[in-house]
């Protein structure tokens, strides 16, 4: 049976991609950024998952304001990277895992999901940005992906307990899977920002570090607030973390935080985070004690 291994949070902004594609890891405005990322492929390395589950959302490169599905999962067997106006980035193309997909997309609609389903488009910087710095791809990525596409650009949004359940219906649904796989799940975006209007530039760190404890301890409390209050703490693009709520459900009641990397070079807030399941209260304690100590 397919089992899930954990899970990543992880930013998503263009820039990441752009500075990673012009070699600007040990550029003193940019370290703080790639380091946070190293721990995180080695994760990886030592987890060896099959499949990355990545909730993204698509910047209006592939899905367009006429038809945007409020979710949509990529069912290829390859995906290409997009061209957003600069060019290709220079990276390969990804596999998908059409077995996977079209089992998630059988469960999901027989958990009461309708999910739109997508073949033949590119995946722009909401999940080829992160994706180039926390898996080595030269040549080859060393996984396939399953890509889900949320809605967090055209009114209506679906809401943060809506994410939040999606996620817990793909963990059904990945468990449920008779191949011996292991699935890692990627939340993307955020955090704190907004982009256009009165509060450009707005960024509220204090909100950022309580989003990222209450997704570990209380994610329920964030799956209850509104979008308004998302984009009221924490700028009206930062809505975009509704995506990691539904990372979130897919790992289970009790996580523990291994990895956390939080910076803000620029307009936004930039986090990356690994997390495992925690079956065992007492191992969970003992790691949410080393947690506080450090």
């Not at 998908?96 to 958990?111: I, K, M, Q, R, S």
């Not at 180039?132 to 209506?156: C, D, F, K, R, T």
């Amino acid at each position: 049976m397919a089992t899930i291994i954990g899970g990543i949070g992880t930013s998503h902004v263009p820039s990441i991609g752009a500075a990673y594609d012009a070699k600007r890891q040990k550029d003193p405005a940019w370290s703080p950024l790639f380091d946070g990322y190293v721990a995180v492929a080695d994760w990886l390395k030592a987890k060896a998952p099959d499949v990355l589950v990545m909730f993204y959302n698509d910047h209006a490169n592939s899905f367009f304001f006429d038809c945007y599905p409020t979710f949509a999962l990529g069912v290829s067997a390859q995906f290409e990277m997009a061209d957003e106006g600069a060019g290709r980035r220079p990276l390969p193309d990804v596999s998908g895992h059409p077995g996977l997909a079209a089992h998630l997309a059988d469960c999901l609609v027989n958990d009461e999901f309708d999910i739109a389903t997508f073949q033949e488009r590119a995946l722009d910087h909401g999940c080829n940005s992160p994706l180039s710095l926390m898996w080595p791809h030269e040549p080859s990525w060393p996984g396939a992906i399953v890509p889900i596409e949320v809605n967090v650009l055209q009114y209506p949004l679906p809401t943060p307990r809506r994410c939040f359940k999606l996620g817990q219906a793909v963990r059904r649904a990945v468990e449920s899977y008779p191949e011996d796989l292991k699935v890692a799940i990627v939340g993307t975006g955020g955090l704190s920002h907004q982009i256009h209007g009165e509060r450009t530039g707005f960024n509220n760190t204090e909100w950022d570090h309580e989003f990222l404890r209450l997704i570990v301890e209380a994610p329920e409390q964030l799956a209850e607030m509104r979008h308004a209050d998302f984009i009221r703490l924490g700028g009206a693009e930062s809505v975009e973390v509704i995506m990691w709520l539904a990372m979130r459900g897919a790992l289970g009641e009790r996580i523990q935080c291994i990895h956390q990397n939080y910076y803000l070079p620029t307009t936004t807030a930039m986090a990356v985070t690994v997390y495992e399941p925690v079956t065992d209260m007492a191992a969970h304690t003992a790691a949410s004690n080393e947690e506080t100590t450090q």
